[in-house]
């Protein structure tokens, strides 16, 4: 009799923690730490055109983090007609919704200007 109980009792132990490996795998990810200012970023329709191999477009994307995925981005070795109907002549180059250019990596302090979104850091 014993060991049914403690068979069911494992049994369920076991059901309870694979729901709850499952609900934190599948959940909603963590919030990056720029999540608010790159889709304030997104809602001004502020873009930013790079290509994959340039160095200076690496480190915009890495200082946004996880957050960049919600910067509007165009790469210009895939979109190149777009580019050029932009008038994008270097790498990084954002451009705001009125078609104002600012080439050349910018930092996020620079880029919150330009854009109007405040610059803050979302709790984790």
């Known amino acids: 009799m014993n060991n049914k109980i403690i068979f069911w009792v494992i049994l369920v132990l076991a059901c309870v923690a694979i729901v ?3 609900v934190k795998s599948f959940g909603p990810g963590p919030t990056g730490k720029y999540d608010t ?8 329709k502020v ?6 191999w340039c160095t200076h477009c690496q480190n915009e ?3 946004f ?3 960049f995925k919600y910067v509007p981005y165009v790469e210009c070795t895939q979109e190149t007609a777009l580019c050029q109907a932009k008038g994008v002549a270097g790498y990084p180059t954002w451009i705001t919704e009125d078609g104002k250019k600012y080439e050349g990596e910018q930092g996020l302090n620079r880029i919150a200007e330009f854009s109007g979104c405040e610059l803050v850091q979302d709790a984790n």
Not at 37 to 44: D, G, L, Q, R, T
């Open 65 to 67: 983090g996880s957050s």
């Open 47 to 52: 873009t930013m055109y790079g290509a994959y």
């Open 37 to 44: 200012f790159a889709k304030c970023i997104a809602s001004k």
């Open 20 to 22: 709850w490996l499952g």
């Open 61 to 63: 994307k890495r200082n």
